[in-house]
């Protein structure tokens, strides 16, 4: 399965979900799961999103709050005319650009919402703004039909019998757009749609200026305008989670409390005048409510509280919003649910490729072969140059043995779920739920390897188990604490990171051969007689195997060269020191910055955006 990308370019945001083989994610625009279309014109060239709005701060003249509601020729701001085309395609090469991030690779399959009233010629259009934007659109997908899609493959999800009846489908955004949707056996098709862009959200915020400060916006000088507006948008969408906020005014004015019963007083015109839209849409099509199977509230304004109840004041009935109603559009023309929980047997987790899977096993390999050496090479253990004991006080070689043991299962996590998704035709659970137990089985796994080196160990050398186990497993031990925490993450919050579960669970090679080198070349300092000619060689191989300990370690907690280079010398020069009392602190330093990347991860995990199901 390849990625895909969904996009619903409004007139006041823009939204996009990434369709990965390891999962749906909602990609990170401007800090949030959705950015500003504004767009701010300058000498310099094109500023979009929250940049643009920062931008206005100074140069208020520049700032096009919607390119979409400017028409499609072009449009003049800050002294300059320029195509609304590109405006678009500045932003959505924004989205281009994240997505390829997260992918890892350019997407090919592009997925653009668009309304449902637009004909051929805006169509047309807004492929070419896409085009301009690095991105070949696959397909155009329209607003409602894409969100009545995404809940008949719900209602199939969950076992419920579908429902053959149109759809009366309410999407109040910056507009609002009411559509009549027919099912039918090969998809959905529109029977009849209208528009108003004065009755969403934009009319909102605008009656909502004029309520608050007696002054229409367009009244306002522009330095005041553009700041007034986005701080009512950001207090008016925080108020469908709370009862009251305080509101910042430009200025320096003195802030403004701001109420839900207040908004719902000025809206109530925006959302009868939806309502009448709906009913209207209804006549057009020759249907009462009697003969729809429902009707279905989507758009960012669909939150505002009491906005149903408005709604139904009109159409005689009182529509349903959808869960995370501003998202249903895009994840619907996703395919989200279908990759997620529908169909299942069809889409499974797919196993990785041959090439993946010898990768995954040489972490594997080294561990068997370090732990291997220190086994069998027994003999010149016992005749350690510095320690007659030396397999006893020397178990760093088998706890960096089992580090990677830990590191192979771990990284293996992603096959375990899919083997435990091809091994359950049945199961229901979505891809995070399936992740968890790949990564549960990954950590009890190591645990279980560990032990299991500090009981062979033991029996072989003839010492105390529980002494070499204590030094063996407890290295591991924090590692595992940090992956059970991802496998929490993705089984409460439902997260799916960037870029898929593969490559967030894999770890830096770098690291891995950088650290068996070191610990190899300070256990034959430690332990191996050198012969009298290899003396004088004997300490440099200990000094540099302290070395490589610390660029390992280096390796592990950063990526850039540079970064990694700078690391290296405080560290590098901390274990050069006490490379002197063996491998023991040194498998203890390197496991550390293993479990502070898995700890790095799970901050990230925590930082992502959850599934839109």
Request: glycine share 10%; proline share 7%.
């Amino acid at each position: 399965m390849h990625s895909r990308l969904a996009i619903d370019y409004g007139a006041a945001t823009v939204r996009a979900v990434l369709v990965a083989p390891g999962g749906t994610t909602t990609l990170t625009l401007d800090g949030t799961g959705e950015m500003s279309t504004a767009a701010h014109i300058t000498d310099g060239g094109i500023v979009t999103g929250a940049a643009a709005w920062r931008q206005a701060a100074t140069d208020p003249d520049g700032l096009v709050v919607s390119p979409l509601r400017t028409g499609t020729g072009q449009v003049t701001a800050g002294g300059q005319q320029v195509e609304v085309v590109d405006l678009v395609a500045a932003t959505l090469r924004q989205v281009a650009a994240e997505a390829q991030r997260v992918a890892g690779e350019p997407v090919e399959d592009v997925r653009l919402v668009v309304p449902a009233g637009w004909g051929p010629r805006r169509r047309t259009w807004m492929r070419h703004a896409a085009r301009g934007a690095g991105l070949a659109v696959s397909r155009l997908v329209e607003a409602p039909v894409a969100a009545i899609a995404r809940l008949d493959t719900r209602t199939a999800a969950a076992g419920l019998p579908g429902d053959g009846r149109p759809a009366l489908v309410i999407d109040v955004g910056a507009g609002c757009e009411v559509t009549v949707v027919q099912r039918d056996p090969a998809g959905a098709e529109v029977v009849s749609t209208l528009a108003d862009p004065d009755a969403g959200g934009d009319r909102l915020d605008a009656a909502l200026v004029t309520t608050l400060t007696a002054t229409e916006l367009h009244d306002m000088p522009a330095g005041q305008r553009w700041p007034m507006l986005i701080n009512i948008r950001t207090a008016r969408h925080a108020l469908s989670e709370q009862v009251a906020v305080t509101m910042p005014m430009p200025d320096g004015q003195p802030p403004m409390v701001i109420n839900a019963g207040q908004v719902a007083e000025v809206a109530r015109p925006v959302f009868e005048r939806a309502g009448e839209l709906a009913a209207q849409a209804l006549d057009n099509a020759d249907l009462t409510l009697d003969q729809v199977s429902g009707v279905h509230l989507i758009g960012a304004a669909a939150v505002t509280p009491g906005a149903g109840d408005m709604i139904a004041a009109k159409l005689g009935a009182t529509p349903v919003p959808g869960q995370h109603p501003h998202m249903a559009a895009v994840l619907g023309a996703a395919d989200a649910t279908t990759t997620e929980a529908a169909a299942v047997e069809e889409q499974q987790l797919p196993l990785p490729p041959v090439r993946r899977l010898i990768t995954l096993a040489l972490p594997g390999m080294a561990s068997l072969v370090l732990f291997a050496s220190y086994i069998f090479f027994s003999d010149d253990y016992r005749l350690g140059y510095h320690n007659t004991t030396a397999p006893l006080a020397d178990w760093g070689v088998p706890a960096v043995a089992a580090t990677l043991a830990m590191i192979c299962l771990l990284q293996a996590a992603a096959l375990f779920a899919a083997l435990l998704d091809h091994n359950t035709p049945t199961t229901t659970e979505q891809p995070p739920g399936r992740i968890s137990g790949g990564i549960t089985i990954a950590l009890l796994g190591g645990l279980a390897t560990a032990t299991m080196y500090a009981i062979t160990a033991g029996l072989y050398f003839n010492q105390p188990i529980p002494r070499l186990a204590q030094g063996i497993v407890l290295t591991v031990l924090p590692i595992a604490v940090f992956a059970a925490a991802v496998a929490v993450l993705a089984w409460r919050r439902g997260v799916t990171p960037p870029g898929g579960w593969d490559g967030f669970l894999t770890f830096p090679a770098t690291s891995m051969i950088i650290a068996v080198a070191g610990i190899v070349a300070v256990n034959l300092w430690y332990t191996v007689a050198w012969p009298w000619y290899f003396a004088g060689w004997s300490d440099g191989i200990g000094l540099a195997g302290g070395l490589l300990i610390g660029v390992a370690a280096a390796c592990t907690l950063v990526r850039h060269p540079g970064a990694r280079l700078a690391l290296t010398v405080p560290v590098g020069f901390f274990t050069v020191i006490i490379s002197r009392t063996g491998p023991a602190p040194l498998a203890t330093i390197w496991a550390l910055a293993v479990a502070c990347w898995w700890g790095v991860h799970v901050w990230g995990l925590l930082r992502t955006p959850p599934i839109r199901r």
